[in-house]
């Protein structure tokens, strides 16, 4: 089976490919999504939208929607097991700078339904479920798809490729980009339940990290739920890790025996800090998943990706409608993957190496930060914004490969 060749292909059905489709049929251009699902993912995966992104998406109109599905954080939260509270921030200290000051907690794939629902009946768009890519071939003039369409081999060909197909990447593996990193030897379980920690710590925040050197946590709020997060050592197996015996001592150790803690869901997944070497082959792009991979405290993974996904689109959209040189194609990579170094993998890697520090000076230090930050509105501010991921966009922007 073989296709006419088309404008963009995007390999992926996640937020970041979806996103991404959503601003090319904005900007009138056919897309081609293929995803090798046989629908979109419904799993329990990134919850916290920051607010940049979601002024993003109320320019792509689908912010009203997922707000309406989700639960507004306006607050953020520092704490340690030694000390109680550090620092509470407000996002209503940056509501200058974004129309949306506040975290929205909601699960990722009610925003890729929203936008399947948007864009259906689009005549620019089209998705093709149970599509597998499976490689990669590039000239300088197209690239061509060899795809597994329920089984059936198939051939696409598209003039540019948006590898939007998560951490195991085809359109990076197969076309030999490298993904540098690490892996942390600790896994990461992530418990729902509907046990009320507003009653069991009062004034704590939607969004609420608490350091110790042993039992870590970190709490989020969602509609109806809150998700607990604690590290799994190295030595335990999945399945002692996921047993019921050990769940239960999990939501023990934070939630005392005369409270009921019922569990409703469990995910247990191993956490990297990986990046590829680059974001641009050719004519094929990663983002999101595909391009950079980190732990989630700061859940920037998918904000990054959905940032990644519009920082690409307001290039090519351009360059496919005739109004922009390729050239500044080059600066997708620059912008995107020097701030994925810096602030995203930074940022990440500090806040996790925060919450778990053993030794005393490292705790001091991050306590006196906090509470430093909290004592003072410019720096709780640019706490703000560094959290909120709006240095990075801004540090993004000023970055060029070339003059304009
Ligand atoms: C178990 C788990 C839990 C997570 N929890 C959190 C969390 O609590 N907080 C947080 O911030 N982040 C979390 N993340 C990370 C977050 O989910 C990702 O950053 C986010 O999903 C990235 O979106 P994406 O669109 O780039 O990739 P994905 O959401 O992975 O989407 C990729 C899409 O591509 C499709 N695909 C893959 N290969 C192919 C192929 N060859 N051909 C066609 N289609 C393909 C997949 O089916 C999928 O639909 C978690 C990730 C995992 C794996």
Known sequence: MSNAKLPVIIAGAGPVGMVAAADLVRQNIPVLVLEKGA???????????????????ENLGFARALIEQGLKAPTV??????????????????????????????????????????????????????????????????????????GRDATYECDWLIGADGANSVVRRTQDMEFEGFTW??????????????????????VSYVADPVRWHFLLRILGAWRVMMPVAADMSDDEALSDAHVT???????????????????????????????RKGRSFLAGDAAHINNPLGGM???????????????????????????????????????????????????????????EAD?????????????????????LRRIAMLDSLERADSLHVAEP
């Open 77 to 150: 939260q520092y704490s340690s097991s030694e000390d109680g509270v550090l620092g509470t921030f407000d996002f209503a200290a940056i509501s200058d700078l974004v129309r949306h000051p506040f975290r929205l907690q909601a699960e990722q794939f009610k925003l890729t339904r929203i936008i399947l629902d948007g864009l259906s009946g689009n005549p620019l768009f089209s998705i093709a479920f149970g599509n597998e890519l499976k490689s990669v071939e590039q000239t300088s003039y197209s690239v061509k798809l060899m795809v597994s369409a329920n």
């Open 301 to 359: 993974g998918m904000n990054g990706g959905i940032h990644d996904a519009l920082n690409l689109t307001a290039k090519l959209g351009p360059v496919i409608n005739g109004a922009a040189d390729e050239r500044i194609l080059a600066d997708y990579d620059l912008q995107r993957r020097t701030v994925t170094m810096q602030a995203i993998q930074g940022d990440t890697i500090r806040n996790k190496r925060n919450l778990e520090a053993k030794d």
């Open 249 to 279: 001592a999990s939501i023990r150790r934070i939630v005392p025996a005369e409270v009921d803690a019922p569990i409703l869901h469990t995910t247990l997944y191993r956490v990297h800090q990986r990046v590829a070497t680059t974001f």
């Open 39 to 57: 629908v979109l993912a419904s799993e329990s995966r990134a919850s916290t939208f920051h607010p940049p992104t979601l002024d993003m998406l």
């Open 363 to 383: 705790r001091a230090r991050f306590r006196d930060d906090i509470r430093a930050a909290a004592a003072d509105p410019e720096k709780a501010r640019a706490l």
């Open 185 to 206: 030897p600790e896994r990461f379980l992530v418990m729902t339940t509907p046990v009320d920690f507003t009653a069991l710590r009062p004034g704590v925040s939607p």
